[in-house]
């Protein structure tokens, strides 16, 4: 991968997360803590699963240089639990995982070339560039929204067009000065 394909990618990524936010807003706010799928997390530990141990775990390890302290920081599940326990809207929810794109975000759009051909190696026993952990996140992003759809359907509620990007926030829409050729 190239510094111009990641951010290709990271543009498909951009209109995904605005269906994403449309997905969290969609959530019945007295269902967060619910188990829509039996022995799965709740949405609530769904979302902040996503954006705390993906988003903000995978890439800021891109950012730094090192995995060290993933697990202990943002792949336990204690902390996940906690963190969910301390958003108690959906409001909140939302703004969490919008803080945690932003960071994400900014990450992906200044990350020279240096840093996403670093190999950063991870707590379980393997190393990748920056590059591949942005493939991984673009895949966790892709199964855990994949998720959260399933949830809001056990819900009773109809999840937004995975392809409707026209409905985003205007942040979050299609940008034809974004697509290269």
């Not at 605005?18 to 997905?23: A, N, Q, V």
């Not at 909140?92 to 840093?115: M, Q």
Request: proline share 6%.
């Amino acid at each position: 991968m190239t510094r111009t394909q990641l951010l290709s990618m990271w543009e498909t990524m951009r209109l995904g997360q605005g269906i994403m936010l449309r997905l969290i807003a969609c959530l019945p706010e007295d269902q967060l803590d619910s188990h829509p799928i039996p022995n799965m997390r709740t949405p609530k530990q769904l979302v902040v699963h996503l954006y705390a141990d993906v988003f903000r775990g995978l890439i800021d390890g891109v950012d730094r240089g090192t995995l060290d302290g993933y697990d202990a920081v943002y792949d336990s599940r204690k902390t996940e639990l906690e963190t969910a326990d301390r958003i108690r809207t959906r409001d909140e929810l939302l703004r969490f995982a919008s803080e945690c794109w932003e960071s994400a975000d900014r990450i992906a759009r200044t990350s020279t070339e240096t840093k996403l051909e670093t190999r950063v190696k991870a707590p379980w026993g393997k190393s990748y560039t920056g590059y591949e952990l942005f493939a991984i996140l673009e895949k966790e992003f892709l199964h855990h929204r994949g998720q959260l759809v399933v949830f809001a359907r056990a819900l009773g509620v109809q999840p937004p067009d995975i392809w409707d990007f026209k409905n985003n926030d205007p942040a979050f829409r299609p940008n034809p000065e974004n697509v290269k050729a």
